[in-house]
């Protein structure tokens, strides 16, 4: 499943995976934020949604835009 939102400097579009009624995968197929505070970010985010199989977890400080932007497109992936 695929969703977009608005972050800081552009657009993050991610790709959720659901296997099994949980979520497998979360990639991070394009976005236009600055890479060295974004990308960190995403990975941070994406290790604790598959942890905690839930978007219900904390934004990472000094990238709250991106991490709004990556949560918020998971759950337009997920129809939520």
């Known amino acids: 499943y695929q ?9 993050v579009t991610v790709e959720v995976t659901v296997a099994d009624g949980r979520i497998s995968q979360i990639v991070v ?3 236009g ?3 060295s505070i974004a990308d960190p970010a995403f990975d941070t985010l994406q ?3 598959l942890q905690a199989q839930s978007l ?3 934004v990472v400080s000094g990238a709250t835009y991106s991490s709004d932007a990556f949560l918020e497109a998971a759950a337009k992936a ?3």
């Open 3 to 11: 969703g977009t939102a608005e972050g800081f400097q552009s657009d």
């Open 29 to 31: 197929s394009d976005h």
């Open 33 to 35: 934020e600055t890479p």
């Open 47 to 49: 290790a604790a949604v």
């Open 56 to 58: 219900n977890v904390d």
């Open 78 to 80: 997920l129809g939520l």
